[in-house]
């Protein structure tokens, strides 16, 4: 099992640049392919990143070229750098884990963090 906590939200101005961090707990942190998923007011979670227990990332459409996911297995912890953000962005963010990349991908992980809340002003 493992524990998920987020860290880096914020208010920042369209444009703008935050990163995001996600800290997990448990001994088998490299068994897991991990993952950043998106709930903006009034809509369905949404997918944002994954990336494999061997480091391939996956972006969606949405952030591809804005966003970029990576993981340090030696610190457990898995990151969002957000660069370009705009309003549209605004969204709590969560962390998912799971221990197969398929099913992060397809946003179904079984283990989630609280979120974090992203805000992007215009």
């Known amino acids: 099992q493992v524990q998920l906590v987020e860290s880096g939200g914020g208010l920042v101005q369209a444009g703008g640049s935050l990163r995001l961090s996600c800290a997990a707990s448990?001994?088998?942190?490299?068994?897991?392919?991990m993952g950043w998923s998106r709930q903006a007011p009034g809509k369905e979670r949404e997918f944002v990143a994954g990336?494999?227990?061997?480091?391939?990332?996956y972006h969606a459409e949405s952030v591809k070229g804005r966003f970029t996911i990576s993981r340090d297995n030696a610190k457990k912890l898995v990151y969002l750098q957000m660069n370009s953000l705009k309003p549209e962005d605004t969204a709590v963010y969560y962390c998912?884990?799971?221990?197969?990349?398929?099913?992060?991908?397809?946003?179904?992980?079984?283990?989630w963090g609280q979120g974090t809340q992203v805000t992007v002003s215009s």
């Open positions: 998912a884990a799971d221990p197969d990349f398929a099913t992060v991908l397809d946003d179904r992980s079984n283990y």
């Open positions: 448990g001994r088998t942190f490299s068994s897991y392919a």
């Open positions: 990336i494999s227990r061997n480091n391939i990332p």
